[in-house]
């Protein structure tokens, strides 16, 4: 099942593509919980509801949406944590002049990285070395701590491709890389958040990216350091995780700042990231 949100009236609302359009769940989910907000985030207990009331046929014609009408926002717009992890495919660690790590890198970005889908990046004022990352998004869609690897994956909603747009000479000003991860907009996602009953094995799925049409990271998610299900397993010992959370899972080889001749992103230039069964997002930077 693919999920995105809309907006209406200033609000980020839930929708389930359908052969037949865009379905509004509000109503359900009002239904459902009585202090129900549109912030809320999704839990698997409701996208399995959601599933069966969709089978049922709940699909009145007063309650689909055209697709192409909607003002489309990120497909996880209100996570209460966003957990990137660094040098998690190899070559890209090998690249970057950085040891493969033997525990996974943990950072952050903040909520204001996010934007609404296909729209423009600002680039600067400050900072110059801008730089691509397509990453694969891993949703959270039940609380949890303390969990086991071989159970990981039965607490993930879904999947989503995303671009961990970064500022180099910001993040290497200090041993914290905050500052070059976290400029306003620096964090497009692809349309859909896809459930996990649909994307199945997180570790093969290919992804891309390209700038300005020319291909430059071609790669699988096989090759990550540490999986996806070792990524929660791993951070599940130190914090909960709840709905809504989004973890950034690493980028392979291919970014600019590996290169031998680093001509750095400008304004005008087209980013694309594209993951298997998860679509793309294309932005330009302005």
């Known amino acids: 099942m693919k999920i995105l949100y809309y907006r209406k009236e200033n609000k980020l609302y839930p929708g389930i593509v359908t052969n037949e359009g865009v379905l509004d769940i509000t109503d359900y989910l009002k239904a459902k ?136 000479d910001l993040q290497f000003m200090s041993s914290q890389w905050l500052m070059g991860k976290s400029l306003d907009a620096f964090l497009p996602l692809g349309k859909y958040l896809v459930t996990a009953d649909e994307v199945g094995d997180p570790q093969s799925l290919q992804l891309t990216c390209s700038l300005n049409g020319e291909q430059r990271q071609n790669s699988n998610t096989v090759d990550m350091v540490f999986t996806v299900a070792e990524i929660i397993a791993f951070l599940t010992e130190y914090m909960t995780l709840e709905p809504g959370d989004l973890i950034l899972t690493g980028t392979p080889e291919g970014v600019i700042m590996g290169m031998p001749r680093k001509e750095w992103m400008k304004p005008g230039d087209v980013v694309r990231v594209e993951i298997e069964k998860l679509g793309y997002t294309e932005n330009k930077m302005v």
């Open 33 to 168: 919980h009585a202090d129900w907000r549109p912030e809320d985030p999704l839990t698997l207990e409701d996208v399995a509801e959601i599933k069966k009331q969709v089978a049922n046929g709940i699909k009145e014609p007063a309650k689909l949406l055209r697709e192409h009408s909607l003002s489309i926002g990120p497909c996880v717009p209100h996570p209460s944590k966003i957990i990137c992890i660094g040098l998690n495919y190899r070559r890209h660690a090998i690249e970057s002049g950085m040891a493969v790590p033997t525990v996974p890198v943990v950072f952050t970005k903040y909520s204001n990285t996010l934007t609404d889908y296909g729209h423009d990046v600002p680039l600067g004022p400050v900072g110059v070395e801008f730089d691509y990352e397509v990453e694969l998004g891993v949703v959270i869609g039940k609380k949890c701590k303390h969990v086991r690897r071989e159970e990981a994956l039965d607490n993930v909603l879904g999947y989503c491709v995303a671009n961990d747009l970064s500022c180099r």
